[in-house]
């Protein structure tokens, strides 16, 4: 009797450690994967081209972050798709925790939505501006996918530089 049940726990055990492998060995096939951007600044807009190389699935932009004053100075607005969604405390008390994320919400425009990154083409995220920026910030950008019922999650950035406008 307690054979059958030992060898169907072997059974899942050995399932389970497969499952965790196959979701390592996806996660290892993007280890080189990158965004690279190219920035093209008019009079009106802020086109960011976002290539994604090194991957083998499709990814997906959830979330853009730019600090709150140089948003607010030339108006900017979100790519279609994205709209504001400042961090929320949902019932936080921790001290710490509240402080940060009210200083995040001070200190940061928060976008949320989606838009597909595919590997080796690229994916054009246009910002409508009222006025050219005067000062130099950076955009960052958190990206992620489903692997099973896991996930990857990674981000990166670009500098918006005056100097090169």
């Not at 940060?100 to 690229?122: C, T």
Request: glycine share 6%.
């Amino acid at each position: 009797m307690l054979k059958p049940v030992l060898l169907t726990v072997a059974g899942i055990i050995l399932v389970m450690l497969m499952y965790v492998g196959w979701v390592m060995s996806q996660v290892a096939k993007d280890i080189e994967r990158k965004v690279n951007c190219t920035i093209d600044i008019r009079e009106s807009s802020i086109m960011i081209a976002a290539v994604l190389v090194g991957a083998d699935r499709n990814y997906s932009v959830t979330e853009i972050r730019v600090p709150r004053h140089w948003g607010e100075a030339i108006a900017i607005a979100p790519p279609i798709g994205f709209s504001a969604q400042p961090y929320a405390l949902d019932g936080e008390t921790d001290p710490d925790r509240v402080a940060w994320i009210n200083e995040a919400n001070e200190r940061l425009i928060r976008w949320v939505g989606g838009a597909d990154l595919i590997p080796d083409e690229a994916t054009k995220l246009n910002f409508s501006i009222q006025s050219a920026p005067e000062e130099s910030a950076k955009i960052d950008f958190t990206y992620e996918t489903k692997i099973g019922v896991s996930g990857s999650i990674s981000s990166f950035s670009v500098e918006i530089k005056v100097d090169e406008i």
